[in-house]
Nanobody, 121 residues
Framework: QVQLVESGGGLVQAGGSLKLSCAAS????????VGWFRQAPGKEREFVAT????????AYADSVKGRFTISRDNAKSTIYLQMNSLKPEDTAVYYC??????????????WGQGTQVTVSS
């Protein structure tokens, strides 16, 4: 069982940066693959970035590739999403998630409550 709590969301101007954090509880956090997903108003939740449990493999949505970076610190049981060159279309509620096995698996098993990111033009 893993519990996840996101933080770091807020309002930022286009072109700016924001770093999201996700604190995880659970003794076996390092064995979970992790990811970030987002949901914009009126749209379905979509994949943003995922990272394998052994930190060897990552995947990014085309829309964020080159601008966002997912990382984790197992010693702190924390997942990060560094977001640079933000665009208004990045506005959404961002969710962190964790799952057993491959980071390419869908759906993920555990989810945070979400944090709002708003990018103004």
């Amino acid at each position: 069982q893993v519990q996840l709590v996101e933080s770091g969301g807020g309002l930022v101007q286009a072109g700016g940066s924001l770093k999201l954090s996700c604190a995880a509880s659970g003794r076996t956090f390092s064995s979970y693959s992790v990811g970030w997903f987002r949901q914009a108003p009126g749209k379905e939740r979509e994949f943003v970035a995922t990272l394998s449990w052994n930190q060897i493999s990552t995947a990014y949505a085309d829309s964020v590739k080159g601008r966002f970076t997912i990382s984790r610190d197992n010693a702190k049981s924390t997942i990060y999403l560094q977001m640079n060159s933000l665009k208004p279309e990045d506005t959404a509620v961002y969710y962190c998630a964790a799952t057993r096995g491959t980071h390419l698996k869908r759906p993920y098993d555990y989810w945070g409550q979400g944090t709002q990111v708003t990018v103004s033009s």
